[in-house]
């Protein structure tokens, strides 16, 4: 990609790489304002490639001389089949029932389906996407799906929705309406003009998603 763009061939496609904004996970078990990796201390950085393709990229950074792959999600991986472009900057957050083995809340990063580049006509009339059509959340130390809502079928992962019909490029917002730092309410705007509320009662999972 660098020599490409290096090259800036006249005519040529723009060519894109890393496009995203990266967000960061830090775990300071002594709250000493230093991440130390051999104390134990994490800092993982996360983003996705917006124009450049169709993943989100997890590193850890906790020693910056020996930076490793965390993990990957594609539209290849199980799952994430419904993945555009991974425009929308993924949110690190806690959710109810996502615990560890002491039953401590693990984070997770929830993020939109992304773009689909249907929508870039000037011209034709928009209608409805083939991809980036739903929400995710994975999670955060080892990227395995823990719940979407997207049209595919339903599963132990996923709420099949027929009404999501327009991709989900932008970053969610979400929403601690009891104070207990876990979230009870997601909200994610699609290309249709749509706003989507997501709520997330009790220790369950996501439970309903609903066009607001």
Known sequence: VLKKRRDNVKGADVVWGVDGSAVFYSKDLNNDGTIDS??????????????????????????P?????????????????????TWSSPVITYIPGHVDGAGKPKPVLVFGGGYDVGKDSTTAVAGDDSEGRGIFIVDAATGALVWSVT??????????????????????????????????????????????????????????AVDA
């Open 38 to 63: 051999s104390a134990g201390d994490k800092l993982y950085l996360y983003f996705g490639l917006r124009r450049g393709g169709k993943a989100y990229y997890a590193l850890d950074v906790s020693n």
């Open 151 to 208: 049209p595919a079928n339903n599963s132990g992962t996923n709420m099949k929705s027929a009404d999501l019909k327009h991709s989900i490029p932008a970053q969610l917002t979400v929403l601690d309406s009891n104070g207990d730092g876990l979230i009870d309410r997601m909200y994610a705007t699609d290309t249709g003009g749509n706003i989507w509320r997501l709520d997330l009662p009790g220790n369950r999972r996501l439970a309903r």
């Open 65 to 85: 001389d020996s930076p490793t792959l965390l993990w990957k999600i594609d539209k290849a991986t199980t799952g994430f089949g419904e993945l555009g472009q």
